[in-house]
């Protein structure tokens, strides 16, 4: 049930009547659990029975876990929750990527082992929701929080619809408050929610689905195209993921805001970084804060000698890249950005001992040539993201750095690199700030006027083949 879909906007419709026209606010609640279960469930519906059940052992063992003083009771039922969630994780999304590996590991050895093949259906966004699960884990184990007393509130805190697929990851902290909290009717959040679900179908529709027109095709046999072609296709998969991801966030955070709540911003703008370490500030904002807070601190963080942070982030960032997906070439764009985080922690302590080149890095022209340093580095990082296989990303950098001839791009360029400057644009009007000085000056029929054509453009635009979310398989 996508959320750019039909059968998305009549759910939603009715759910939305129903959630307002309910005056009971407990009804209101199990009204929210009741539809996130069948949207869950309209992907599998065992699926959907094996969230309840795990979200269920979840919720008692943080009880107990609350409970006690016991230091060792307490490491106990953490360890127990916290194993749990990752066993399903693992299972459901690794096991088959493990046993193959093994069995590529054993022939180069020498062996003609024959590994068997799970019959394995991965649950959608499964890896948000055990780290929201491991999360609450934590936070309860840490008197951050306090152990969710109502079933109900601490099932729909891990099953909310708008993030229950593809984020953002939400904390307990942060969620469980708004549960409790009775909503009332508000003409700004409605506004606030519809804007954000346009924003997000239009980068959805009108530019992630159709940079996929120039992408897949390139990406599947990259040895057929020609070198200008190559280079075109990796510009446009950086735009159809950052449009794709970003686009699920802002209906997701459009939906909330429309039932009364409020999930966390995910993307500030992140191509607009001037190096590697803003930049995941910036992309999938509750993603990497999940890994500081729950990998790199616990593993020592910065706290250490210079070797030390540098193993810390490159055991964070390889296990992000893990997380991504069961494959190798996801695990390379996990060490791929560690590298790039270790690059930037010496280069930018090179630079404070040297004021003058710190002074012309800081400069109008040197940040703009950080950021499209940046960019550049981000997008050579995304061939291992996208490519299926070594071998495809290996023929993809031969393309891109040495001339090759071959086949053209299967569009007309000039509507990419027009959807590009459209992104560029934006970019910059949201850096200086001008949307939120227009927004409140342009009165009311207008913004009306250009919301309509905004959704005109969008589905004149969108591909009559639209394409699932990019980070559902995660």
Avoid at 436 to 446: F, G
Wanted: proline letters at 4%; a positive charge.
């Amino acid at each position: 049930m996508l959320f750019c879909s039909e059968r998305f906007l009549l759910f939603f419709t009715i759910v939305f009547a129903l959630y307002w026209a309910l005056r009971w606010h407990t009804a209101r609640i199990y009204l929210l659990l009741a539809a996130s279960f069948y949207f869950y469930a309209s992907w599998n519906r065992w699926l959907a029975l094996i969230i309840g059940v795990s979200t269920t052992i979840d919720y008692f063992v943080a009880r107990g876990m609350d409970a006690t003083d016991r230091p060792a009771r307490r490491k106990l039922l953490l360890s127990v929750t916290v194993i749990a969630n990752l066993s399903l994780l693992c299972y459901f999304k690794y096991a088959n990527f493990f046993l193959h590996s093994l069995e590529e590991a054993l022939r180069a050895a020498g062996s003609t082992a024959s590994l068997p093949v799970l019959s394995v259906i991965l649950p959608i966004g499964i890896s948000f929701y055990t780290f929201e699960a491991i999360n609450y884990a934590v936070d309860v184990y840490r008197r951050h929080v306090r152990a969710e007393r109502n079933l109900a509130h601490f099932m729909l805190f891990i099953t909310f619809f708008p993030h229950l697929v593809a984020g953002p990851i939400v904390r307990a902290r942060d969620f469980l408050p708004q549960i409790r909290q009775r909503k009332h009717w508000d003409w700004a959040r409605m506004q606030l929610g519809a804007q954000f679900f346009l924003m997000g179908l239009f980068k959805k529709l009108a530019i992630a689905d159709r940079m996929a027109m120039f992408a897949d095709p390139v990406f599947a046999n990259p040895e057929q195209y020609r070198t200008s072609a190559v280079w075109l296709a990796v510009l446009a998969y950086a735009l159809q993921i950052y449009c794709d991801f970003s686009g699920y966030t802002d209906m997701a955070l459009g939906t909330a805001h429309l039932l009364g709540f409020k999930l966390a911003r995910n993307f500030n703008m992140p191509y607009a970084a001037a190096n590697v370490s803003e930049f995941w500030h910036r992309w999938h904002i509750s993603l990497s804060s999940w890994l500081r807070d729950y990998l790199f601190i616990p593993l020592g963080g910065s706290r250490g000698t210079a070797w030390q942070t540098n193993r810390n982030l490159l055991i964070t960032m390889t296990l992000g890249g893990l997380w991504h997906g069961a494959s190798w070439t996801f695990v390379a764009w996990g060490v791929l950005h560690g590298l790039l985080l270790v690059g930037h922690r010496y280069f930018r302590d090179f630079c404070r001992s040297r004021p003058g080149l710190e002074q012309a890095l800081q400069s109008p022209p040197g940040t703009a040539a950080r950021v499209a340093l940046t960019f550049f580095t981000v997008c050579m990082a995304w061939v291992f993201f996208r490519a299926t296989t070594f071998t495809a990303a290996a023929t993809v950098f031969r393309h891109l750095f040495a001339a090759h001839q071959g086949l053209a791009l299967p569009m007309h360029k000039e509507s990419l690199l027009v959807l590009a400057t459209v992104v560029l644009i934006c970019h910059l009007v949201g850096l200086a700030g001008l949307w939120r000085k227009w927004s409140v000056r342009v009165p009311a029929p207008l913004l009306g006027m250009s919301y309509a054509l905004l959704l005109t453009v969008t589905l004149v635009l969108a591909p009559d083949a639209g394409k699932a979310f990019i980070y559902f398989q995660f």
